[in-house]
Structures are given as structure tokens and as C-alpha cells.
């Protein structure tokens, strides 16, 4: 006479433990990996942006240049807006202005002095957000080889807290300097001191 014994061996018993881990596994989701995207990056795009500075003249009216070649772009992680990278380069040889005595003044070297001093940057590197879509941003910028700290007052079209990296991203912003911390101290009588500086860019995903 046959008997079977109800003890099962060895390796079927470890064959059964692993089939029920691969079935506990199939079953049982995975805890997802927590997305770290990092910063989103924008392209200034210099044709649908522009860039203005404004001074007193005789206390009584204004003389306005413009700066119509530029690049830069803007860094941002929409989780941690603190943190960011913002650059607006302009070539300040091809500003424009009014008429054709400011504009040689003002390349010249009595202001921005463009054959020794070409280029006009800011680089900002902290922001603070004052509201959903304004906020200040801290940073140097440099003119006439001359670098001092500057803030701007910013304006978003869209809260930058929203931005996806895919969609445009339009800003404005205004900060106002002394031209004589830059090394312009020609007359001082007639051009004021104070500067203000007035960014309207777009930027593009990069």
C-alpha cells in the first residue's frame, strides 16, 4: 500500500514564496518617484520685447533712448520662485534716440562711452514676490564698465507660480538709477541724475 505525506519539500515551498512576492508586486503599486524637473528656461525674444531709459532735461521735460538690440533669457522653478536667473543684455551701439545730438551724446563719451563700453547688462538672482503676478528682483547691473546693485518692480502677465515651460512667459519692469554712480557726470545742470529704465520683454520656452 501507497501513503503520501502531507509535507511538501523544500523547493517547492521557496517556489511558492516567490510566486506569491511576484503576484504581491503585481498587485500592489509602486509609491511613485517624486518629479524634481528643475529650473524652466525662456529665451528673451529681442523682436517682441523692448527696453527704454528716461531722463530730466531742464527739469521741465525728458529725453528718451531706446535699445533695440538685446538677448538674454530667464531662468525660474515655479516651486521655488526665490531663486532665479534673469539677463537682459543690450548692445548700447545700436540704442536710438530722439534726434541726432542726444544720440551722440549719449554714445558718446560723456555717457555710455559705446567704443570702450559696449554692452549694457542686468543679472538678476533673487525674487521676491509681492503678489500673484508682481514681485521685486535684485541683481547688478553693469554700464560703462561700472557694476551697482539694482531692483526692478516686475509684472507678470500670467502668475509665474503657473508657468509650464511651454507657453510664452511676458513681463514689464521699472528701476530708476543714478547715472552719476555709473560714471555720467556730464552736465549736471541740464540732464537729471536719475535714470529710469523700463524693460517690456518676452520670452520664449527654451
Not at 527704454?52 to 531706446?66: E, L, N, P, Q
Not at 551722440?104 to 538678476?124: C, I, M, Q, S, T
Not at 507660480?161 to 519692469?173: D, E, F, I, T, V
Request: charged fraction near 20%; proline fraction near 8%.
Amino acid at each position: 500500500m501507497f501513503s503520501f505525506s502531507a509535507r511538501t519539500s523544500a523547493p517547492t515551498r521557496l517556489l511558492g514564496s516567490a510566486l506569491l512576492l511576484a503576484a504581491f508586486l503585481v498587485i500592489v503599486p509602486r509609491p511613485a518617484a517624486s518629479a524634481q524637473p528643475g529650473p524652466l528656461r525662456y529665451t528673451l525674444d529681442a523682436a517682441a520685447s523692448s527696453v527704454h531709459a528716461r531722463v530730466g532735461f531742464f527739469g521741465i521735460a525728458s529725453k528718451t533712448a531706446r535699445f533695440p538690440a538685446m538677448s538674454g533669457g530667464i531662468e525660474l522653478d515655479p516651486e521655488r520662485l526665490g531663486t532665479i536667473r534673469l539677463e537682459v543684455l543690450l548692445d548700447a551701439r545700436a540704442l536710438e534716440a530722439g534726434d541726432t545730438v542726444t544720440l551722440a551724446r549719449l554714445k558718446g563719451p560723456d555717457f555710455f562711452d559705446v567704443e570702450h563700453y559696449p554692452a549694457v547688462r542686468f543679472l538678476g538672482h533673487r525674487m521676491s514676490m509681492t503678489g500673484p503676478v508682481s514681485a521685486t528682483i535684485d541683481g547688478d547691473l553693469t554700464a560703462r564698465g561700472v557694476t551697482r546693485p539694482a531692483r526692478l518692480a516686475v509684472t507678470f502677465t500670467n502668475p509665474p507660480a503657473q508657468a509650464s515651460g511651454r507657453q510664452p512667459l511676458r513681463l514689464s519692469a521699472r528701476t530708476t538709477i543714478d547715472r552719476t554712480a555709473f560714471g555720467m557726470t556730464a552736465y549736471p545742470l541740464i540732464v537729471s541724475r536719475k535714470v529710469t529704465i523700463t524693460i517690456d520683454a518676452q520670452m520664449s520656452p527654451a
